[in-house]
């Protein structure tokens, strides 16, 4: 399983991407050459990652006891070891499940994720010291979760300067079908604004294969994107061998649009049903997911009981009617339930059937309000407590328009095989559903999170939702 800060490192992308290629070619020793040269750099990657990013993390503990042993302890005192190790072990278990250090183009993802994974750190030192109590100074604690912050940060800055200077010379060529390429057109004009890469040109003629070669070096191509039919074509396959050992990256159209979009291709939805059981996959990572979303169910309830007045005395002056709007939503596994807001539309016009938009004329003055502040959305706190909905996750449509958006769109169910959300990726990596179509492209958006649910995926989405709300309103 990848997870969105697994995009931050796609050292063992190749692999996965260009398998095709591996006939092309024999080293001595009988291994396909392009497959030893894919291994080896993946395993150049992933030693690299380990060197500057997970192997500084695991020795931050003993600097902490350094720091400790020089300023605070007792002169002549010696430390036992075996706590350090542990508190290690622990920094190295939490860097691995929030995907730090994250390598990416986002300022903020990098805020986020410093600051999930050091309280994670203090959190489970802290709860560490219940079961033996004394091992840890509280210093060390305390000077852990602060280095861990500052490294996070320190290796965060470097990696947002080189993947947005990256970012800029990204140059993609794609062949593919001809149905293919005007979807790969629409979905890179439509894409999210974040993207860092340019489209040079797309080859859907099998008379223009032989121009292949001489199209990637012209554009300055860095990514070459292959097509179901051209990675069974001899001439494509030779091209796209050289091209590689010269350094440019081969890739399919799924791989492709799972990494520099974000989401599942169209082309390969039907296929989407052969991917592995959701549960076996993401069976580790629920239980800390639902802790978590106890949690923030717990702090949001605390910030519901405090807007509750304030929300309760413009709804009596420029709101009139009931405070709470109720629906029943698609859940978890296709079960229904009941969904709790705050009421943003006149009384009776709720029922009004029609896809919602943002200048929608049932919604009242006071309610856009709101709804311009995620107000509205406070009461669904009480939903993520009762285990109904999630954080993050897919959003939750209306009953009625599920079945309908079923019938119409192939393995639309298959988002239900993870638990709603209050926010989600395809809400932060698209925009306001208001028709099937855009409820089509969404579902790209929900598939690729329900193969990639992880805590660092949640992470970069909780990341993304803070900077859509500062950016635009999140609407």
């Known amino acids: 399983m990848r997870s969105p800060t697994g995009w931050f490192d796609r050292s063992d992308s190749d692999e996965r991407a260009t398998g095709t290629l591996a006939a092309v070619s024999t080293s001595e020793d009988g291994r396909p050459a392009t497959t030893l040269a894919l291994h080896n750099r993946s395993t150049l990657g992933t030693t690299r990652r380990w060197l500057t990013g997970w192997l500084p993390i695991a020795l931050l503990p003993f600097v902490a006891r350094f ?260 629906q029943d939503r698609v859940g978890l596994r296709g079960e229904p339930f009941r969904i709790w807001k705050f009421r943003t539309m006149a009384p009776g016009a709720v029922d009004v059937s029609g896809w919602t938009s943002n200048d929608d004329p049932r919604i009242t003055p006071f309610g856009k309000l709101l709804r311009r502040t995620h107000i509205d959305e406070l009461p669904q706190v009480l939903n993520i407590a009762r285990g109904e909905l999630a954080v993050v996750g897919p959003r939750p449509e209306q009953i009625t328009y599920a079945r309908q958006l079923e019938e119409a769109l192939p393995f639309y169910g298959a988002r239900h095989l993870v638990r709603p959300g209050l926010t989600g990726w395809a809400q932060v990596r698209y925009r306001y559903a208001a028709s099937q179509e855009d409820a089509a492209v969404k579902l790209q958006y929900d598939l690729y999170y329900v193969r990639h649910e992880s805590l660092a995926t949640d992470l970069r989405i909780i990341s993304l939702t803070f900077r859509h709300l500062v950016r635009d309103g999140g609407r």
């Open 67 to 326: 720091v400790h042993a020089d300023v605070r302890a007792p002169t002549g005192t010696t430390e036992p070891l075996l706590p350090y190790l542990g508190l290690a072990l622990l920094c190295l278990l939490i860097a691995a499940l929030t995907g730090a250090p994250p390598r990416t183009s986002a300022s903020s993802d990098v805020l986020v994720n410093a600051i999930g994974t050091s309280m994670l750190v203090l959190g489970g030192a802290a709860t560490s010291q219940v079961f033996w109590p004394l091992s840890l100074p509280r210093f060390v604690i305390l000077l852990t979760a602060a280095l861990v912050f500052a490294w996070l940060m320190l290796y965060g800055a470097i990696s947002v300067v080189s993947l947005r200077r990256a970012g800029a010379a990204r140059r993609v060529v794609a062949v593919v079908n001809p149905t293919d390429g005007d979807q790969l057109r629409t979905d890179v004009d439509d894409g999210p604004w974040e993207q860092h890469f340019a489209l040079v040109d797309v080859i859907t003629d099998e008379d223009d294969y032989p121009k292949v070669e001489s199209i990637v070096r012209n554009g300055r191509a860095t990514t070459l994107v292959l097509g179901t039919r051209a990675s069974v074509h001899p001439d494509v396959l030779q091209t796209a061998e050289q091209l590689h050992r010269e350094g440019v990256q081969v890739r399919g159209v799924d791989t492709f649009y799972e990494e520099y979009l974000g989401k599942v291709p169209l082309s390969s939805l039907d296929r989407f049903a052969l991917m592995a059981d959701i549960e076996s996959v993401h069976g580790a990572y629920a239980p800390l997911k639902r802790a978590i979303d106890l949690a923030c169910a717990l702090v949001g309830g605390v910030v519901l009981l405090v807007v509750l007045p304030f929300v309760l005395i413009g709804n009596l002056i420029a709101n009139r009617g009931p405070l709470w709007f109720h």
